[in-house]
């Protein structure tokens, strides 16, 4: 009997887990949420290329295609942070 209870217990933990973990890889940021986070970072650290590079490592897995641009675009001056975070208050 204790060993049917684990046995369950055991299952029902790992589909929790996989269930999570499927969760977690379709979750993304949403746009607004993305830029609060790069203007607050690139404020907060005051370095346009570490705070890009912090957010890309914070938030890389999350980020959609789109987002992962506009990050590209900012670092190579193809987009102007100031007016990519003009109105944006942190």
Known sequence: MNM???????????????????FAETEKISQKD?????????KDIGNKQEALTKVFADTGAFLT???????????????????YCRGFSS
């Open 34 to 42: 993305f830029q609060q986070i790069v203007c607050s970072y690139m």
């Open 65 to 83: 295609s789109q987002q992962k641009e506009t990050l590209k675009k900012l670092a190579t001056e193809q987009l102007n942070s100031q007016s």
């Open 4 to 22: 049917k209870k684990i046995i369950y217990l055991s299952g029902v933990a790992l589909t929790l887990m996989v269930q999570g973990v499927a």
